[in-house]
């Protein structure tokens, strides 16, 4: 039972929430990494060493995707061990989107539960082999370079406006058999279903995006291509074919999961360089390195947070958590854990290649072969063709918290 004089006022003034009885109100806190969140630090030098000291568990009001409260746990361990657990914890439920447009339909295969979820993920998995993302490897490389080529002599760039945001964005053009020309467009579109806090402008953008991908799904049911989407519309779902519902919440989970997630890594791996010139140049004296330097800094900025739903009651590092209970699994904590990865601000090229970035269990990362590929080719092209770049004296770097810890500009100068 909710205990009515247990209730907090979050820090942004929204609404008091009912902390439940069989949450100890000392681990009711704010929880720092909330959505709609901003900050000029750098959240990973700041914000997550602090809260690492502070407490292994904490119970947020509107942890919860900025709405409901929720468990945050900080420990490595703790969030391992929810990722794995699919008999307590449910993923159904935890994208607003469908909500949003009075819709619903799942995000899949993400949304999914056992043991319907193998049958979604089986869809994606033929298509993003190592082999499949091999066979892309010029097209992506030749995409870096057209970007790269655009700044290149001009001294500076916004890394994010000029590069990170548009390289992933054509990729997955590319894979859905969509015209380079809308590159822009889809930015625009995926930047307000992630970032905005304006929930008429994410309902109008929502709707804009599935009627976008709608339409092209009908044209490739009637006349397929070689292209994702093709492939998902024609697609089989124990022994039957998706319905278009089921179709468009694929094509939705690779926009959602395969975009923003490129953007910000490569954008916060190219800040990291653009302090740390001694891993610069090593990296660009010796290109072997730079895949294992792309595995540890995904770690180091480890940049997602992902929803779970208890059902049934569970102990989980020293707290009992109850159906219902809405827990946020920041891979941005988890590793970051120092107790798991000793200073783990310190960019190691040999500890380790262990961490939560991607993701573990069942919903592990299908697209995980084609990310490393991706953040492989944008560091190559990179530091090939640019010289040693810093970040601008002035710099001031925006940075919004939530589910994805997203730069709004990184400018760096050669
Ligand atoms: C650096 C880039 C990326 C990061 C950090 C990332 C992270 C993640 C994480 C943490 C999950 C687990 C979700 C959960 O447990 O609920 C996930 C799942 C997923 N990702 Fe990625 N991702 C990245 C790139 C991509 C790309 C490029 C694609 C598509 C081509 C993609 C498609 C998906 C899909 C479809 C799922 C759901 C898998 C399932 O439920 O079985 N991701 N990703």
């Not at 008091?16 to 000029?40: A, N, Q, R, S």
């Not at 499949?132 to 010029?138: D, I, P, Y």
């Not at 904590?333 to 939560?356: C, F, G, M, W």
Request: net charge negative; glycine share 6%.
């Amino acid at each position: 039972m909710p205990n009515e004089e247990n209730s907090v006022v979050s820090p942004d003034h929204t609404p008091p929430t009912v902390i439940p009885d069989h949450v100890p109100p000392e681990l009711v806190k704010p929880y720092p990494l909330l959505v709609g969140e901003t900050t000029y630090e750098d959240p990973f030098k700041t914000i997550i060493p602090k809260m690492h000291a502070q407490t292994p568990v904490l119970y947020g009001p509107h942890a919860w995707l900025g709405m409901e409260n929720a468990w945050v746990f900080c420990r490595e361990k703790d969030v391992r061990a929810i990722f794995m657990d699919t008999e307590h914890f449910t993923s159904e439920g935890f994208s607003p989107f469908a909500k949003l447009i009075g819709e619903n339909w799942a995000v899949l295969p993400v949304e999914a539960d056992p043991p319907m979820h193998r049958g979604f993920r089986n869809v994606l998995a033929p298509e993003l082999t190592p082999a499949k993302v091999a066979a892309l490897e010029n097209q992506m490389r030749s995409a870096a370079r057209f970007y790269i080529e655009e700044f290149k002599s001009d001294g500076g760039c916004d890394v994010m406006e000029d590069f990170a945001a548009r390289f992933p964005v054509s990729v997955f053009l590319n894979l859905f058999g969509l015209p380079l020309e809308e590159v822009d467009q889809f930015m625009a579109w995926e930047f307000d279903l992630l970032h905005s806090s304006d929930m008429t402008s994410i309902a109008g953008t929502m709707k804009a995006v599935k009627t976008r991908l709608l339409d092209e799904m009908r044209v490739r049911k009637e006349k397929p291509g070689n292209d994702l989407i093709s492939h998902i519309v024609h697609a089989e779902h124990q022994g039957r074919l998706l319905t278009e519902d089921e179709a468009f919440g694929i094509c939705f989970n690779l926009y959602l999961g395969g975009l923003d997630t490129v953007t910000t890594n490569i954008a916060w791996q190219l800040r990291h360089l653009a302090n740390d010139i001694e891993l610069q140049e090593s990296l660009r004296a010796d290109e072997s390195l730079i895949p294992v330097a792309v595995e540890e800094m995904l770690r180091a900025y480890a940049s997602v947070a992902i929803s779970r739903t208890c059902i049934k009651r569970v102990e989980v590092g020293g707290v009992t958590l109850m159906p219902g209970d809405r827990v946020m699994l920041s891979t941005s904590l988890a590793s970051n854990d120092p107790v798991a990865y000793p200073d783990p601000t310190e960019i190691k090229l040999d500890r380790a290649q262990r961490h939560l970035s991607f993701g573990t269990g069942i919903h592990n990362c299908v697209g995980v072969r084609l990310a490393r590929r991706e953040l492989v080719i944008a560091l190559e092209e990179f530091l090939r063709a640019i010289p040693t770049f810093k970040l601008a004296p002035d710099a001031k770097i925006l940075t919004h918290l939530g589910n994805v810890m997203y730069q709004e500009c990184v400018p760096i100068v050669w």
